[in-house]
């Protein structure tokens, strides 16, 4: 025996006599030298990347169950999250804040020709035509006072002023049927833009001028009421300032107290009746039908419809401001800066910063009528999704375009689909 197998043996105080019987061990391979690796002398070793096989069938610390054979199992996790439906801007649920305050400027950034370029060319007419009536109807007028005798100008200047108010309401009413149509073209834009449709602007108009008519009378109708409202707040404070001085102090507070009163009314009843336009364009109701159709819609979401559009209001009239400041700054000083001795080139300064302005007035407006128009049409689209499930309609509408088959106008109530596409 080596000298290690006598140490071995003295050690655990055993006689070694060859005579000895000893059961039979299975040798034991031979140790290599301290630092260095027995190749050669061990069994097969796993390569990189593989995991050396336990005894008696158990699998290695740290072997994952798939690599054991006949123990294939699946990944360990919970099943993953499958977000709601997205064919066009919005996703198929009820919209977040964030949602609707976005939802405006992707469908502007999406369809600008349709969206952008209807409200330009609308407003671009309306500002023509205003410009059009007012300065040859003013030179006009200055000239037939100037021209009439002493006499006769009392006369000349109350029929002027008689041709002013016609000529007024005559703009009053091309503004008023330009912000109907332009307000109908975004509502729907907006509806067909979620089912991942892109319109263009003469399809947008076709489809959406038989609705202008109930349009314009939605917003004379309130026009009216709001006028008739201010009458007669202001008829019962010209008769208490009628009484005396004594009613002095009573007529003050009324005419605060009234203010404020007419203020939030007129806020309140704008906000439930803001659905109005979508109702009378989409479902294709009458005036009165589509108010009821918003008051209901609006019903339990008062704050956040209101405060969504006031929101959004207030960005777009911020960004507004920050845009025509330096152009307003730049009017007012510059004629001064540039002609300080008041010459000829004064005037030629103004109209081209005057026009300047005019034309960007016209862009900010043309922007601001899309979003807001299409914040309204995206709050109409979230209460029907929160309170009529609108969400399965228009995905069964999509899927139904997307097989090639005629599906009903998703944005029609049950009750007034006709007999062929119910």
Same mark, same amino acid.
């Not at 100037?146 to 200047?157: K, L, M, T, Y």
């Not at 159709?293 to 006031?310: D, E, I, M, T």
């Not at 009750?415 to 596409?421: G, I, M, N, Q």
């Given at each position: 025996?080596?000298? +290690?197998?006598? @140490?071995?043996?003295?050690?655990?105080?055993?006689?070694?006599?060859?005579?000895?019987?000893?059961?039979?061990?299975?040798?034991?391979?031979?140790?290599?030298?301290?630092?260095?690796?027995?190749?050669?002398?061990?069994?097969?070793?796993?390569?990189?990347?593989?995991?050396?096989?336990?005894?008696?069938?158990?699998?290695?610390?740290?072997?994952?169950?798939?690599?054991?054979?006949?123990?294939?199992?699946?990944?360990? +996790?919970?099943? +993953?999250?499958?977000?709601?439906?997205?064919?066009?801007?919005?996703?198929?649920?009820?919209?977040?804040?964030?949602?609707?305050?976005?939802?405006?400027?992707?469908?502007?950034?999406?369809?600008?020709?349709?969206?952008?370029?209807?409200?330009?060319?609308?407003?671009?007419? $309306?500002?023509?035509?205003?410009?059009?009536?007012?300065?040859?109807?003013?030179?006009?007028?200055? +000239?037939?006072?100037?021209?009439?005798?002493?006499?006769?100008?009392?006369?000349?200047?109350?029929?002027?002023?008689?041709?002013?108010?016609?000529?007024?309401?005559?703009?009053?009413?091309?503004?008023?049927?330009?912000?109907?149509?332009?307000? =109908?073209?975004?509502?729907?834009?907006?509806?067909?833009?979620?089912?991942?449709? @892109?319109?263009?602007?003469?399809?947008?108009?076709?489809?959406?001028?038989?609705?202008?008519?109930?349009?314009?009378?939605?917003?004379?109708?309130?026009?009216? =009421?709001?006028?008739?409202?201010?009458?007669?707040?202001?008829?019962?404070?010209?008769?208490?300032?009628?009484?005396?001085?004594?009613?002095?102090?009573?007529?003050?507070?009324?005419? $605060?107290?009234?203010?404020?009163?007419?203020?939030?009314?007129?806020?309140?009843?704008?906000?439930?009746?803001?659905?109005?336009?979508?109702?009378?364009?989409?479902?294709?109701?009458?005036?009165?039908?589509?108010?009821?159709?918003?008051?209901?819609?609006?019903?339990?979401?008062?704050?956040?419809?209101?405060? $969504?559009?006031?929101?959004?209001?207030?960005?777009?009239?911020?960004?507004?401001?920050?845009?025509?400041?330096?152009?307003?700054?730049?009017?007012?000083?510059?004629?001064?800066?540039?002609?300080?001795?008041?010459?000829?080139?004064?005037?030629?300064?103004?109209?081209?910063?005057?026009?300047?302005?005019?034309? $960007?007035?016209?862009?900010?407006?043309?922007?601001?009528?899309?979003?807001?128009? =299409?914040?309204?049409?995206?709050?109409?689209?979230?209460?029907?999704?929160?309170?009529?499930?609108?969400?399965?309609?228009?995905?069964?509408?999509?899927?139904?375009?997307?097989?090639?088959?005629?599906?009903?106008?998703?944005?029609?109530?049950?009750?007034?689909?006709?007999?062929?596409?119910?």
């Amino acid at each position: 025996m080596t000298d +290690g197998a006598e @140490k071995h043996s003295g050690q655990n105080q055993v006689p070694a006599t060859p005579d000895a019987a000893q059961p039979e061990q299975p040798a034991a391979p031979a140790q290599p030298p301290y630092g260095q690796p027995g190749y050669g002398q061990q069994p097969p070793q796993p390569q990189y990347g593989e995991y050396a096989q336990a005894p008696y069938g158990q699998p290695a610390w740290g072997q994952p169950d798939w690599q054991q054979p006949g123990m294939q199992q699946p990944v360990m +996790g919970a099943p +993953g999250w499958t977000p709601p439906p997205k064919p066009g801007i919005i996703p198929l649920r009820p919209l977040s804040f964030g949602t609707l305050l976005g939802a405006p400027f992707q469908m502007l950034k999406r369809n600008p020709k349709a969206t952008f370029g209807s409200a330009l060319l609308i407003q671009g007419i $309306v500002g023509v035509a205003t410009i059009a009536a007012i300065v040859p109807f003013t030179l006009w007028i200055v +000239g037939r006072v100037d021209n009439a005798s002493v006499a006769d100008q009392s006369e000349v200047i109350a029929g002027s002023v008689g041709l002013g108010i016609l000529v007024g309401v005559v703009l009053f009413a091309v503004s008023l049927l330009a912000s109907a149509l332009l307000q =109908g073209v975004i509502v729907l834009e907006a509806a067909r833009a979620t089912l991942g449709e @892109k319109l263009t602007l003469g399809a947008l108009w076709k489809r959406v001028l038989p609705r202008v008519l109930p349009l314009v009378g939605w917003l004379l109708l309130l026009g009216i =009421g709001f006028t008739l409202a201010l009458a007669f707040l202001v008829l019962i404070a010209v008769l208490i300032f009628a009484q005396g001085e004594g009613f002095l102090g009573l007529g003050i507070a009324y005419s $605060v107290l009234a203010g404020i009163g007419l203020l939030v009314l007129s806020v309140w009843i704008y906000t439930k009746t803001l659905l109005v336009p979508c109702a009378i364009v989409l479902e294709r109701l009458g005036i009165f039908a589509a108010v009821r159709r918003s008051w209901v819609l609006v019903r339990g979401a008062f704050w956040k419809v209101f405060g $969504v559009n006031l929101l959004v209001a207030v960005i777009v009239n911020t960004i507004a401001q920050i845009v025509t400041a330096p152009l307003s700054i730049l009017v007012g000083f510059g004629t001064t800066i540039l002609d300080p001795n008041g010459s000829g080139d004064q005037v030629a300064f103004l109209i081209i910063t005057n026009g300047l302005v005019l034309l $960007v007035t016209i862009i900010i407006g043309a922007v601001a009528s899309v979003v807001q128009s =299409g914040t309204i049409a995206f709050l109409y689209i979230d209460r029907r999704i929160r309170t009529e499930a609108l969400d399965l309609d228009l995905q069964r509408a999509v899927e139904a375009r997307e097989s090639g088959t005629e599906a009903a106008d998703p944005y029609l109530p049950a009750d007034r689909l006709s007999p062929a596409t119910a």
